[in-house]
């Protein structure tokens, strides 16, 4: 059976099974299943939309304390506990462990999963799940190479996030969108709708999603370059270069040192090809000393947003 922080995605460091995170803006050694306990902790914390009521709050803080301090327990009975004492996290954790098993690259298991957790928030109106359970199967098509079935997902999730007034999943979704069009070969169409979506993710949005934003609008700069005459293709690359800057810095404030990886490969190749071998070499020993640490798996980085 599936352990806690198996279902629970989190993406820190790992060695020898033992995760380095940064925790209470510390370093410090810690086990999976605290970190899983601190992505709960982390969901309580949230404001706004879909907060978790008051009420809710004092059930999981009675539930948290002893899982903090107590040993490892199997994803059945922490799921059982958080259901009891906070449904709407608990379907968060269920998008979480579909997103395990995407890792795994058992696709059918998670797309079964995340199906039968949209009916069940459709038949609770829960809008904003339902919009992250359509956002989770629109990834799950384009990873498995499917963009245009992810099409009708994200343009439904749009919908009601406009419907109900819903910001900044709108502009996630308009976020996912463009990704799927860069992947079908229109980085031209991807950027106009980026534009959209940019500007409140800056202002309001999670710095990791900053990051992420404007790691694409490099992606689709570079895209759009391919039919460029060369002056205007070099210029468009040296914008890209400055917006991977501008993602890169974000990455380091949450110490994603995966993401910062990704973005120091797609400088080393950018500066090769303007013929930058100064800036070639510093990025590329910046990515063979994170590739060491962090190993990549060839995975292409068009396929993640």
């Known amino acids: 059976m599936a352990s806690v922080h198996e279902s629970l995605y989190f993406n820190p460091m790992m060695t020898n099974g033992v995760v380095h995170a940064n925790v209470f803006g510390i370093k ?13 902790l982390n969901e309580m914390s949230r404001t706004g939309e879909g907060a978790v009521s008051l009420m809710e709050r004092r059930r999981l803080n009675q539930l948290l304390l002893p899982l903090l301090q107590g040993p490892d327990i199997t994803l059945s009975k922490l799921y059982k506990l958080i259901e009891e004492s906070c449904p709407q996290l608990a379907n968060s954790v269920q998008i979480r462990k579909a997103v395990v098993l995407q890792a795994q690259n058992q696709m059918s298991e998670a797309h079964k999963l995340l199906q039968k957790l949209l009916v069940h928030c459709q038949k609770l109106k829960n809008t904003e799940m339902v919009i992250s359970v359509l956002l989770s199967v629109a990834e799950l098509y384009w990873r498995s190479s499917s963009p245009t079935i992810a099409l009708p997902m994200l343009l439904q999730a749009l919908a009601l996030s406009k419907e109900y007034r819903l910001q900044y999943l709108a502009s996630e979704t308009v976020l996912n969108l463009a990704f799927a069009q860069l992947i079908l070969g229109i980085p031209e169409q991807a950027l106009s709708l980026l534009h959209m979506a940019i500007e409140p993710i800056l202002a309001d949005g999670a710095i990791l999603d900053k990051g992420r934003a404007m790691f694409l609008v490099a992606k689709c700069q570079v895209a759009s370059a391919a039919s460029y005459d060369q002056p205007k293709k070099a210029e468009a690359l040296e914008a890209a270069i400055e917006n991977l800057n501008e993602a890169k810095n974000y990455f380091a404030k949450v110490d994603c040192k995966e993401r910062i990886r990704d973005v120091v490969y797609f400088q080393a190749r950018l500066y090769h090809t303007l013929g930058k ?14 590739h060491q640490e962090l190993p990549s798996h060839g995975v292409p980085l068009i396929n993640h947003l």
């Open 277 to 290: 071998t100064q800036e070639r070499n510093r990025c590329a020993m910046l990515f063979r000393q994170l």
């Open 28 to 40: 410090d050694w810690v086990t999976p299943y605290k970190i899983a306990v601190l992505v709960l």
